[in-house]
């Protein structure tokens, strides 16, 4: 069974009296396991249903299907309640609170889980990405790529089914993203879902297959052929 | 999300911007002592209204003659003859709630001690006056039923006297001849202090026996007030109609007739009292209220800026898996941690107000514990109602337009 199963989706946005139709129907599988590079130009669709995956967004029809769950017919706590436990989030721009630092941004998923021993979960992690000894610094002392890396810790710690990653590397420098690419591909290896929005060829490249999406509907999706197999870093799944 | 993990938050979140926190806690802290405070006053007035009517005596109810009825001419109270001593007698022998009676017959009159002579008011009283108006000698002693009997030219004398005659507050003049209207009169008596109440100097009197007053120096045989002294509170208004009754037996007044007395029950006195200082106290808390509602704005002002500028803070909450609920509470507890913070640091101005007011003011004042109940209890109300707002503002957020706010 798959991880992931869109059957149909569709995604219309009203926009003042202009209907847009973001998704024209979508069907997408994802197995368990899977590294899945979502290509596109801007527009293509992929974004939302980025959005849709995440369970950030309804669809307008059709079903998803998550671990033979139909999670379109949820309520809102139930789907907060799937995004904390089974989906990581990593985004192009980050998205860590500022004022906190590294170690309690990695934290906020397990508040709200409302899991014991936060503190010593989140440094497991954080030394596991080798962050150790940014445990305590705001992302404002950071780099880009540490930055990244602690938003991908905060998107391990609840030991997620999958990834969603939207542009992770878009904002890095290219050794950097290197690095991500290689931690990302190092947790598929331990068996995470990886599902990454990208605009670049050699990125989508790292994972196994892609998907490429064109005015709202899935144009073409075949494996990676001769895929990018970077130096992986050990890590071991939470 | 348990509230401990709401409140660190929370407290980080206002921590992030200190300055803005206090200027918005101080709207809270002046509205809450500003309660606090104007309420201590109204609530020190009533007590010492309370007190010193009470100090008059308790279960007081006052015969005076003539009527205060309405309709023709008639004479001030206190200026017909009617009631006597005898009248005094009845009530005692006759209305089983009557604790104690007493009679009192007084005038103004020149008193002369040497060269020093001051014009004051002599009362004659029976020995039941101690008790009833709760008037009792420090030093000395008071005169007794002999005295009465015998129609014994003593006095006893208030502290404003004793200071006006012999020119020291604290002297203790026993022994000392003073003349009250040319009678020479033997000083065994002060009284205590009762201080004033309003204009009244209720220490600037001579009391003498009853008989002595009536015969000696005024040459009339009616008092001007008979005091009763009722057993319980219960039984005032009882007590008062039997009293009615029996006086107008006695003064033989037709039924429909207006009575020639007019009885005051102190009891109602208190009430019309405490009436007054209960509306002034309502007054000053009310307009004080008025400065928390306008704190209550602030707060609800300074979360809606919160709320804008952590737009995408909410988005990333709500990603990482905050509900609704989730938000709602953290926004709600940080307004309440703003007004319940100001609202304890407000408490304790206002407590220190009202000592600083009853020091150098000289007002008394009263904090009652269930005014800092209430005080808090608005303060937390005006945080729950002004934060409510911006909080589901903040929880109704799509997490996609916040998690792309600039």
């Not at chain 1, 904002?171 to 931690?183: G, K, M, P, W, Y």
Request: aromatic share 4%.
């Amino acid at each position: 069974m798959a991880l992931i199963e869109l059957r149909g989706i569709t995604k219309t946005y009203q926009m003042d009296s202009v209907e847009v139709q973001a998704l024209r129907g979508i069907d997408l599988q994802v197995a368990a396991g899977e590294f899945v590079a979502i290509m596109g130009p801007s527009g293509s669709g992929k974004s939302t249903c980025m959005n849709i995956l995440g369970l950030l967004d309804r669809p307008t029809s059709g079903s998803y299907l998550l671990d033979g769950q139909d999670v379109s017919a949820l309520d809102d706590v139930a789907l907060a309640r799937i995004r904390n436990r089974r989906i990581g989030f990593v985004f192009q721009s980050f998205n860590l609170l500022p004022r906190v630092p590294a170690i309690e941004n990695v934290e906020l998923p397990l508040i709200y889980a409302g899991a014991p021993d936060r503190r010593s979960r989140a440094r497991a992690v954080l030394e596991q990405l080798g962050l150790a000894a940014r445990a305590y610094h705001l992302p404002t002392q950071l780099s880009g790529g540490e930055q990244q890396r602690v938003a991908i810790a905060r998107a391990l710690i609840t030991a997620p089914a999958m990834i969603l990653a939207d542009e992770p590397t878009g904002n890095l420098d290219t050794a950097t993203s290197e690095e991500i690419l290689a931690l990302l591909q190092a947790l598929n290896d331990r068996g995470i879902t990886i599902v990454m929005i990208t605009h670049e060829a050699d990125v989508a490249a790292c994972a196994r297959r892609y998907v490429r999406f064109r005015d709202g509907h899935i144009e073409r999706q075949e494996p990676v052929e001769r895929r990018r197999l970077l130096h992986r870093p050990e890590v071991v799944r939470p | 999300m348990r509230l401990r993990s709401s409140v660190q938050i929370a407290v980080r979140a206002l921590g992030a911007n200190k300055l803005r926190a206090i200027l918005t806690m101080l709207g809270v802290i002046i509205g809450v002592g500003a309660v606090v405070t104007m309420v201590s006053i109204g609530q020190g007035a009533r007590a010492s209204v309370s007190q010193q009517v009470q100090s008059l005596g308790s279960n007081l109810l006052t015969v005076l003659p003539g009527s205060a009825g309405q309709g023709g001419i008639r004479q001030g109270l206190g200026s017909l003859r009617t009631l006597t001593l005898d009248d005094a007698e009845a009530v005692t022998a006759e209305i089983q709630q009557v604790e104690a009676v007493a009679a009192e017959f007084s005038r103004n009159a020149q008193v002369v001690h040497g060269s020093e002579n001051v014009n004051t008011n002599v009362s004659g009283v029976t020995l039941q006056f101690q008790e009833v108006r709760n008037t009792f000698v420090t030093d000395g002693t008071f005169f007794t039923d002999a005295d009465l009997a015998s129609r014994a030219r003593v006095a006893v004398l208030g502290r404003t006297v004793v200071e006006d005659l012999f020119g020291d507050r604290a002297a203790v003049p026993i022994g000392s001849t003073i003349k009250i209207k040319r009678v020479a009169f033997t000083v065994i008596g002060v009284l205590e202090e009762k201080g004033a109440t309003g204009f009244n100097d209720r220490d600037d009197v001579i009391l003498i026996p009853l008989s002595t007053a009536q015969r000696r120096l005024f040459g009339v045989d009616h008092v001007r007030a008979i005091y009763v002294k009722v057993r319980t509170p219960e039984e005032m208004d009882s007590a008062l109609e039997e009293v009615e009754t029996l006086l107008r037996g006695r003064h033989r007044i037709e039924p429909g007739e207006d009575s020639d007395f007019t009885i005051r029950n102190q009891a109602d006195i208190i009430a019309t009292f405490q009436g007054v200082t209960q509306t002034m106290t309502l007054l000053l808390g009310g307009i004080a209220a008025v400065s928390l509602l306008v704190g209550g704005i602030g707060i609800m002002n300074i979360m809606l800026v919160s709320v804008t500028e952590r737009t995408r803070e909410i988005g990333i909450r709500k990603a990482v898996g905050a509900t609704r609920g989730d938000i709602l509470s953290q926004f709600l507890v940080e307004a309440l941690v703003l007004s319940l913070t100001g609202g304890f640091i407000g408490l304790l101005l206002g407590v220190g107000g009202s000592e600083l007011i009853s020091r150098f003011a000289g007002w008394s004042t009263l904090v009652s514990p269930a005014s800092l109940v209430l005080a808090v209890t608005f303060a937390a109300a005006v945080g729950i109602f002004f934060g409510i707002y911006p909080a589901q503002r903040a929880a109704a957020l799509d997490p996609i337009v916040a998690l792309r706010y600039e």
